[in-house]
């Protein structure tokens, strides 16, 4: 039981109704309350044993090695783990570069392109005397470039191409999202949907329904986790706990009816926990905090 529990918390599908009820099952005596405790240690061990090829955790307090191969196979999976190497292959003639879940990296490519890396993402970098290539894979990053004539750099992400000579802009590709940002100079924006060219201050979404121009402030607030800030102004509560998940460990559930509720403000990266409470507070709901970093917001 104390597994499945964990199962679901992890899977990021839980319903209030979920909630109510892991609430009153961890309630009903000691004996359940240890058993939740103990699967989610579990769970903490598996994942980076996994992924990193560590030996895998002892089996202690009564789990049978049954449960261990079981329910630490089901978790691993909830979690984006396999028992097969999960990372890509590299493509012949690139570098690759990759940042963890809350980790930023600067990165000089060459002497003319630079990137910065937000967290969780991988980039692809392709020296040529011409054209320098960038790919992102996934994730978001922040590309300068300061080329000279008769070169310029050419950066991609899910089906849609930048060209530039001389910019700052950031790319993201983030659930079925592609956001370009102009953030200094211009660029040249490639897609199925056609040629654009963007100015400074100005962004772009590309989705399955097609593209679209952002508000104005989209490019320069996209583009502050650079400065280890999150900003939000008028965004929906739930697509600011979404964004959180992407840099805290663990992940904050927001139930109830209060996703859609329009807020603002400022959240520092490097505390990003704290920014749990203020919007709990902001949105006049109860903050519940369960092992691994789950943290449930409820009426």
Known sequence: MARSWVVRLKSGEATQSDVDMLLSWRAQDAENEGAFRQAVRLWEQLGPALAGGAALPAIDGGLSRRWFLGGGVAMAAVAGLALVPLAAPVPAGAREYRTGKGERRQIRLEPEVSAELNTDSRL???????????????????????????????????????????????????????????????????????????????????????????????????????????????????????????????????????NDVRISGVIHLERADFAVDHIARSLGMKVTRLPGGIAILRN
């Open 124 to 258: 692809l970098f392709w020296a040529d005397a011409a054209s320098p290539r960038v790919e992102l894979s996934h994730g978001e990053a922040l590309i300068s470039a300061t080329c000279d004539p008769g070169r310029q750099l050419i950066a991609t992400a899910d089906d849609v191409e930048v060209r530039a000579r001389v910019a700052r802009f950031s790319m993201r590709s983030e659930g079925g999202l592609m956001r370009v940002a102009c953030l200094a100079g211009r660029i040249e924006v490639v897609s199925p949907d056609g040629r654009t060219t963007v100015d400074a201050g100005a962004s772009l979404d590309f989705q399955a329904g097609g593209v679209k121009a952002t508000a104005p402030d989209v490019a320069e607030s996209g583009a502050a986790w650079q400065r280890d800030l999150f900003l939000f102004k008028d965004r929906p509560a739930g697509e600011v706990i979404a964004e959180l998940n992407r840099y805290r460990p663990g992940r904050v559930y927001l139930l109830g009816s209060r």
